[in-house]
Nanobody
Framework: QVQLVESGGGFVQTGDSLTLSCAAS????????MGWFRQAPGKKREFVTT????????NYADSVKGRFTCSRDNAKKSMYLRMSSLKPEDTAVYYC?????????????????WGQGTRVTVSL
């Protein structure tokens, strides 16, 4: 059983940067592929990025490619999402998720564990 807790959300302006964190407890963090998803108001939750177990490979949604960077520190059992050049359309609740083994999961059903989310609001 893995517990995930996101933090770092907040209210920022267009063009600002923000870094989200996801802290894991329980389980063996390094055995899980990790991902970030987001859900904007009135919309379905969508894939943002995924990172391999050792952190050497990442994959991004087209909407965030070049602006967001995902990383992880297995020793700290943590994953991060550095968000730059934020836009109002990035406003959402951001969730981290863990998938046993594998890599490159972009679908919600492929992830077993989820955090409660952290809200990011980007104003004009």
């Amino acid at each position: 059983q893995v517990q995930l807790v996101e933090s770092g959300g907040g209210f920022v302006q267009t063009g600002d940067s923000l870094t989200l964190s996801c802290a894991a407890s329980g389980g063996t963090f390094s055995s899980y592929s990790m991902g970030w998803f987001r859900q904007a108001p009135g919309k379905k939750r969508e894939f943002v990025t995924t990172i391999s177990r050792n952190g050497d490979t990442t994959n991004y949604a087209d909407s965030v490619k070049g602006r967001f960077t995902c990383s992880r520190d297995n020793a700290k059992k943590s994953m991060y999402l550095r968000m730059s050049s934020l836009k109002p359309e990035d406003t959402a609740v951001y969730y981290c998720a863990a998938a046993p083994g594998g890599y490159g999961f972009r679908k919600e059903y492929e992830y077993t564990y989820w955090g409660q989310g952290t809200r990011v609001t980007v104003s004009l």
